[in-house]
């Protein structure tokens, strides 16, 4: 049977590149809202983090209705270290839109997510965005797009795949790129003629393979997926299996099903082939489970994710301020809370530890973990976690080491600022593109050689460079480097910032902290431009006499502090420290906080090297 009333399409593209502003409008004009209706910009990005950070974190799925057919929409994210979310939600779909903007040209992630539809023999409508932009390169784009899919061994029909030009903020489609759109029209109309139809066998057993999970406090884990086969019915008794692991095959009970209609879940009582799908009542229930009918258990294979590349050692909050702004703070909360994240996070990884109190989790990068960081913070957790870590593999009996492939735009006067950091950083340079007055460099860099460094990138390219990263590949370890050429201010003494302490301390560095900071001994509070760690009393109160000098009582000039955000204290932190995070507060501290004894173990390592 094919449905012909049915299209499962995602959008798939580079970050910024404009995924959920286009869907904006594609909800606009497929009629999910009433005409007076007030509307939010990027409605899909629900989540605080995504409208805080401008970015998609999560996969989530829409529904539009054009022509008397309903276009089921998953909008993905464009950022590399949520590639997994792509990964497991292509397996739901029959077709991408492949987004691409007229500026920018195709991207790192544009070739991963391309690579991975190919791989499942998706249909892709190749979507040129932006086109009102006024740097707009739409002719050289095609081309570049069209390179990528040779590049990427497509087939014939994926080489004839057709073109749209669009502007997603507008809201306007066309066939032509010298005519621009009136509306969407053009687009909604070859994604009825080009993506196909789902199909399959309506009277065969239900199967039905899991590619996302959410969560409800009333009715528990939800499942949500594609009707590969049957029909799924209210109140069915069904089976739960798994292709990888044979032996969790267990019984359930289907107690509801919703399908999802523009950005709300509606309840019906039966689904067929085809329709993706939101059901409760499978406790425990994960992504890559197959749903079938007790009589033909026959499980799906799930798509393989790739491996993470970086690790992290999250472990409870010892620091002399624990407990005092968290909710949960033992390891038995910091272990649920992350293994509870697993079932959701297919690139997601967790173990345990070398003590009882620490867990090691590897993500896919430093802004993949620090999301987690961040949600755990927010939701009243506190812990502490230590420097990212590279996770080393062993092929061909040679140590090798994850390698990044690194895109940059920049202004051609920042050009050799840009080079010498990259260059010292073990990068080798790939290509070098001129563009008008900017310059396009493409690097192969380890990926340890990027810590630290995009703050540095925005300070030599005076906040005008744009630096993308991508994972590419293992190759030999490269040897040894210094990514971190300063030190830390670390306090000597506990108490209460003072005025006159930060004073005489801010002569020696950049101040992380201002007046009236609570303080702990071993707590980092400023950087050391040079390396080498320096011991200062913030705490310091002014010695008070009985006389009076002429310039006793002038104020005191006090620089403004540097706050670090999570993103810039992972990259800061060397081996020997740590960042507590709290709900309030993101602090730097020492691993031994004692700083005599921190001294003898300094001691003790350099008489060992």
Not at 64 to 79: C, L, M, R, S
Not at 152 to 176: F, H, K, V, W
Not at 239 to 264: C, F, W
Not at 379 to 389: A, D, I, Q, R, V
Request: net charge negative.
């Amino acid at each position: 049977m094919v449905r012909e009333d049915l299209r499962n399409i995602a959008i798939i593209a580079h970050v910024d590149h404009g995924k959920t502003t286009l869907v904006d409008e594609m909800l606009r004009q497929g009629g999910i809202y009433r005409e007076n209706q007030a509307t939010t910009e990027r409605v899909m990005d629900s989540g605080d983090l995504e409208r805080e950070r401008g970015i998609t974190i999560l996969a989530k799925n829409t529904a539009v209705h054009y022509n008397g057919v309903k276009i089921n929409i998953v909008d993905t994210p464009g950022h590399a270290d949520f590639g997994g979310e792509v990964e497991r939600i292509l397996k739901m779909v029959n077709g991408v839109l492949l987004l691409v903007d007229a500026a920018e040209g195709p991207m790192p992630q544009t070739r991963f997510v391309l690579e991975r539809a190919l791989q499942l023999n998706h249909r892709v409508i190749v979507v040129i965005n932006k086109i009102d932009k006024p740097d707009a390169r739409i002719h050289e784009v095609e081309d570049e797009v069209l390179e990528l899919f040779m590049e990427l061994n497509a087939n014939d029909e994926q080489l004839d795949s057709p073109m749209i030009y669009c502007s997603g903020r507008s809201g306007t489609a066309s066939l032509d790129a010298d005519k621009p759109g009136t509306d969407l029209r053009p687009l909604f109309d070859k994604i009825l003629d080009y993506m196909p139809a789902p199909s399959g066998d309506e009277n065969g057993e239900l199967q039905m393979l899991v590619s996302s999970i959410d969560y409800n406090d009333y009715v528990g884990r939800i499942g949500i997926g594609r009707v590969e086969r049957g029909v799924i019915r209210q109140n069915q008794d069904i089976m739960i299996s798994n292709y990888h692991n044979p032996e969790t095959q267990r019984r359930a009970k289907v107690v509801s099903i919703y399908q999802i209609d523009g950005l709300t879940r509606v309840p019906v009582e039966t689904a067929k082939v085809g329709d993706i799908i939101c059901f409760s009542g499978a406790e425990g229930i994960n992504i890559g489970d197959t749903v079938t009918s007790l009589t033909c258990v026959e499980p799906l294979e799930f798509v393989k994710v790739s491996e993470p590349t970086m690790e992290m050692t999250f472990s409870v909050n010892n620091s002399p301020f624990a407990g005092k702004e968290g909710k949960y703070v033992t390891s038995r909360h910091l272990r649920e809370r992350l293994y509870k994240e697993l079932l959701k996070d297919v690139s997601l990884r967790v173990s345990d530890g070398d003590t009882t109190e620490s867990f090691k989790v590897a993500g896919r990068g430093e802004m993949h973990l620090s999301i987690l960081i961040e949600t755990m913070r927010r939701e009243g957790y506190e812990l502490s976690c230590s420097t990212p870590k590279v996770l080393f593999r062993e092929i061909d009996g040679k140590k090798c080491e994850p390698v990044e492939r690194v895109i940059i735009d920049c202004p051609d006067i920042y050009n050799g600022a840009v080079m010498e950091k990259l260059g010292a950083r073990k990068g080798e340079l790939v290509s070098m593109e001129p563009r008008g007055s900017r310059t396009r460099l493409e690097y192969l860099v380890p990926t340890r050689c990027l810590f630290g460094y995009r703050s540095e990138f925005l300070t030599d390219t005076h906040g005008e460079g744009i630096i993308n990263t991508i994972f590419d590949s293992y190759q030999p370890y490269r040897g040894d480097v210094t990514v971190r050429f300063t030190g830390s201010l670390v306090a000597s003494e506990p108490g209460e910032s003072t005025s006159y302490g930060i004073f005489n301390a801010q002569d020696r560095g950049q101040m992380f902290i201002g007046a009236q900071c609570p303080v702990y001994e071993g707590m980092i509070v400023g950087a050391n431009p040079k390396q080498g760690d320096i011991a200062v009393n913030v705490c310091k109160k002014k010695h008070l006499t009985a006389i009076r000098s002429a310039g006793a009582d002038e104020a005191l000039r006090l620089v403004t502090p540097k706050i670090m955000s999570l993103e810039e204290a992972i990259d800061y932190i060397a081996d020997d420290e740590l960042i507590e995070v709290t709900p309030k507060n993101i602090r730097l501290r020492k691993r031994i906080l004692n700083t005599e004894l921190r001294l003898k173990e300094e001691a003790k390592l350099k008489k060992q090297a």
